[in-house]
């Protein structure tokens, strides 16, 4: 913005009517709950309520699997730590008995694999998650043990008398905001962005309503950190939320939790209440929003749009959330994870933070581990610690058989080979290796793994939860699977390997989203470290 430029202001519609219509359209997706999803005569009851158009109120609808599909009695979970447990003898054998069963995109609870969620009693949300064919309880994850090292600590007690929220008082929000400068923390929710931009973004915003946005939408196939600091340190969570608030001037705070995690949602709303009645939320407003099953409503400007009440796609940048977000008000969104470090910076100090990480890379990070590992679990190690480390931790590959293949980060992230097993888990030496530390979520395959079927497991997932809304990213997941798919079944050539890396560049430079972008990584690297799996046929055989 030129010098004596005046600073640009941007309304989600700027006159009267038009908020009022925002409004309306932000009802749409829980009168959806209130009336147990997509079912006949829902959307016209919805119009009625609303007066937004019945063509609208069926598009938000569809778009969302738990709306879309409201009589599936059970998702089975389809990600690649599952499918390794034996999710398709689970989905085959609960098919067989008739049931109303569907797989699904990953449910966050690979640690558990096969996962099932099963419909509740409730309309719309209310379920249960369950590993094999029946409903219940499920197993603890492995966890580090406690200790004052460590920022998060989720084998630590939760703490519901807030201390780090009266020293954020002390110091101030300018005070709060050079800390988190001091402490290096960047996004742990897969971009790795620098949290004190957001901050200050948001806290030199123009005067007027602010808004605190918390990403609990955990979809990365692979991760489930954030659903245990949800269920073990709410309070940590809300600690730093309330501080988040404190630093940039917001009154509003929005969680916005997948709409599968039953157990974090009743977790989150006791500690709202316990909050609430000790007084450390006063002059703030706390609501929970919950998702309805949309993987792309993690990337924050879709979540966005999933809070108004529409079709979870991401918007254009700029203006970028801290500028208009929500309701075109300057908007703080941060991850699970990020915000929960926030108390213990405060408490301790930045300088604190940035020393518990190895060389270059600051604080601790959430890792978690699954696949075929001995100890399946959410390890907090040392942000810079090497793969192998992280293996260690996690009690080694399972049976004692040698390593594979292994994803450093989720889906997003692709497979990388044995040899890379002393590889810098940060964000800087995995971009390296044309990988990334998205969310942190470790899939480990052994030796006898089908790395094409692994691959095919992570490029179905990305056109199944693609949006729709970019030509690159909407055509190319579908040409990702159909390459892999000629590979699976011998028919692949040569030539094909030239329209993978054609179709990976496109989707790199016109997706909308990280999601277009990350989609041809699993497929990349295939040729890249695993050429054998690719079996494709020579050039004469291709014609």
């Not at 709950?33 to 919805?46: E, F, K, Q, S, T």
């Not at 599909?69 to 499918?83: M, N, Q």
């Not at 929970?288 to 993987?295: D, N, S, W």
């Amino acid at each position: 913005m030129p010098d004596g430029a005046p600073p640009r202001t941007y309304h989600h519609r700027g006159d009267e009517a038009g908020r009022r219509r925002d409004a309306d359209q932000a009802r749409v997706l829980p009168l959806f709950d209130a009336h147990g999803g997509l079912r006949p005569g829902a959307v016209r009851a919805i119009q009625a309520e609303t007066g937004v158009p019945a063509a609208t109120v069926h598009g938000v609808g569809s778009f969302y699997h738990l709306i879309a599909r409201p009589d599936v009695e059970a998702r089975v979970c389809e990600g690649l730590s599952c499918r390794m447990r034996g999710a398709d003898r689970v989905l085959a054998g609960l098919r067989a008995e008739g049931r109303a069963v569907e797989g699904c995109a990953c449910l966050g609870q690979c640690d558990r694999a096969p996962a099932v969620l099963w419909a509740g009693a409730e309309a719309g949300h209310g379920f249960e998650i369950g590993t094999g064919a029946e409903p219940g309880s499920v197993a603890a994850p492995h966890l580090t043990p406690s200790s004052p090292d460590l920022a998060i600590d989720l084998a630590a007690p939760d703490d519901p008398t807030w201390p780090a929220l009266e020293a954020a008082r002390h110091l101030g929000p300018a005070g709060v905001r050079v800390e988190l400068r001091a402490a290096r923390l960047r996004g742990r929710g897969g971009a790795g962005f620098p949290a004190h931009l957001k901050w200050d973004a948001v806290a030199a915003a123009p005067p007027g309503p602010r808004v605190v946005v918390c990403n609990a939408d955990e979809g990365e196939p692979g991760t489930f950190k954030d659903r245990e600091v949800l269920v073990r340190r709410p309070h940590r969570l809300l600690e730093g939320l309330a501080i988040a608030a404190h630093a940039v001037g917001a009154d509003r705070i929005v969680i916005y939790l997948r709409g599968e995690f039953e157990g974090p949602r009743r977790a989150l709303e006791a500690a709202v209440a316990q909050a609430r009645g000790a007084g450390h939320l006063d002059g703030l407003s706390v609501e929970i929003a919950l998702g309805h099953g949309a993987y792309i409503c993690g990337e924050e400007t879709a979540l966005l749009e999933a809070l108004e009440g529409r079709r979870g796609m991401p918007r254009h940048k700029p203006p970028f959330p801290t500028e208009a977000g929500l309701f075109g008000r300057p908007t703080l969104i941060n991850n699970v994870e990020s915000l929960a470090c926030v108390p213990a910076i405060v408490q301790r100090g930045g300088a604190w933070f940035a020393g518990l990480g190895r060389g270059e890379a600051s604080g601790t990070k959430l890792f978690s581990v699954s696949g075929d590992v001995a100890r399946p679990g959410v390890y907090e190690l040392p942000l810079g610690v090497t793969f192998g480390e992280v293996l260690e931790a996690a009690g080694g590959v399972a049976g004692g058989r040698a390593l594979g293949a292994f994803s450093p980060g989720g889906a997003s992230s692709g497979l990388l080979p044995p040899d890379a097993v002393d590889v810098v888990m940060d964000f800087g030496p995995l971009a390296e290796r044309g990988s990334m530390l998205g969310s942190a979520g470790v899939v480990v395959l052994d030796e006898t793994r089908d790395l094409l079927d692994a691959a095919l497991t992570q490029a179905r997932f990305f056109r199944a939860e693609s949006c729709g809304q970019c030509a690159p990213c909407r055509i190319g997941t579908q040409v990702l699977v159909r390459l892999l798919e000629r590979a699976r079944d011998g028919e692949a050539t040569a030539a094909d390997r030239d329209t993978l890396e054609r179709v990976a560049w496109e989707m790199d430079a016109g997706s909308i989203c990280g999601l277009g972008m990350a989609a041809p990584l699993p497929a990349l690297h295939l040729v890249r470290y695993f050429p054998d799996a690719l079996r494709t046929r020579g050039p004469a055989e291709g014609g």
